[in-house]
Nanobody
Framework: QVQLVESGGGLVQPGGSLRLSCAAS????????MGWYRQAPGKQRELVAV???????NYADSVKGRFTISRDNAKNTVYLQMNSLTPEDTAVYYC???????????????WGQGTQVTVSS
């Protein structure tokens, strides 16, 4: 099994910054894409950013230029640097990873437990 541990959420004022981390552990052969999603109250979960195994990135239009996703393959960790935060960024943020347990094996996906980000003055 793969476990994902998220950290870095909290309360921040508008214009502030936060850095989220998500560390994967377990019997992992390879982590493929790693991403961050968020879900605000009363809304559907949406993609925020994703990074491939080759470090190509993709962002939601609403966070382009403000958020940066990165990964440290040695630590099996994905990060989300969030700058210029606004109240509209308030949500529970979830990491998601696609992985394989062995070479040539099928792909799996796993979700973190979520971390609350609140942007408020």
């Amino acid at each position: 099994q793969v476990q994902l541990v998220e950290s870095g959420g909290g309360l921040v004022q508008p214009g502030g910054s936060l850095r989220l981390s998500c560390a994967a552990s377990g019997n992992i052969f390879r982590l493929n894409s790693m991403g961050w999603y968020r879900q605000a109250p009363g809304k559907q979960r949406e993609l925020v950013a994703v990074i491939t195994i080759g470090s190509s990135t993709n962002y939601a239009d609403s966070v382009k230029g403000r958020f940066t996703i990165s990964r440290d393959n040695a630590k099996n960790t994905v990060y989300l640097q969030m700058n210029s935060l606004t109240p509209e960024d308030t949500a529970v943020y979830y990491c998601n990873v696609a992985f394989q347990l062995y070479m040539g094996g099928r792909g799996y996906s796993s979700w973190g437990q979520g971390t609350q980000v609140t942007v408020s003055s």
